[in-house]
Nanobody, 125 residues
Framework: QLQLVESGGDGVQPGGSLRLSCVAS????????IGWFRQAPGKEREGVSC????????NYVDSVKGRFTISRNNAKNTAYLQMNSLEPEDTAVYYC??????????????????WGQGTQVTVSA
C-alpha cells in the first residue's frame, strides 16, 4: 500500500518554528519528486515548495521564500519542510505529495498522484 504520512503540525506563536515530516511507505521516495502544499479555510490549495528527485532543484512560493526550507532524505524515505518565522497567514493544513511522472518547478497540485492526509499548522498569538 502506497502511503504518505505527514507529522509535525502544531500550534505556535508568530515568529515560531515547526518542522514537518513526510514519511513514505510502500514505495521508494527517490523515484518521486515531492511537493508541500497547504490549504487554509475558505482558500484553494496552494503549492508551498517542491523538490526534485535528488534535492538539487527546489522552488518556493514567494510568500515563504527565506523562511521555509524543503529537504529530503531518500535513505530514510522522508521529506521535510522546515518552517521558520511563522506568520498567522501560514495557518493551514499542510500536505505532502509525490509525483513519479516528471519534475516540474511549478508545484502544481494536479501533477502529484500520491497525497498524505495533512497536518494542521496554526500560528496564533
Amino acid at each position: 500500500q502506497l502511503q504518505l504520512v505527514e507529522s509535525g503540525g502544531d500550534g505556535v506563536q508568530p515568529g515560531g518554528s515547526l518542522r514537518l515530516s513526510c514519511v513514505a511507505s510502500g514505495f521508494s521516495l527517490e523515484d518521486y519528486t515531492i511537493g508541500w502544499f497547504r490549504q487554509a479555510p475558505g482558500k484553494e490549495r496552494e503549492g508551498v515548495s517542491c523538490i526534485d528527485y535528488s534535492g538539487d532543484d527546489i522552488n518556493y512560493v514567494d510568500s515563504v521564500k527565506g523562511r521555509f526550507t524543503i529537504s529530503r532524505n531518500n535513505a530514510k524515505n522522508t521529506a521535510y519542510l522546515q518552517m521558520n518565522s511563522l506568520e498567522p497567514e501560514d495557518t493551514a493544513v499542510y500536505y505532502c505529495a509525490a509525483n513519479g511522472k516528471y519534475w516540474s518547478r511549478e508545484c502544481l497540485s494536479f501533477e502529484y498522484e500520491y497525497w498524505g492526509q495533512g497536518t494542521q499548522v496554526t500560528v496564533s498569538a
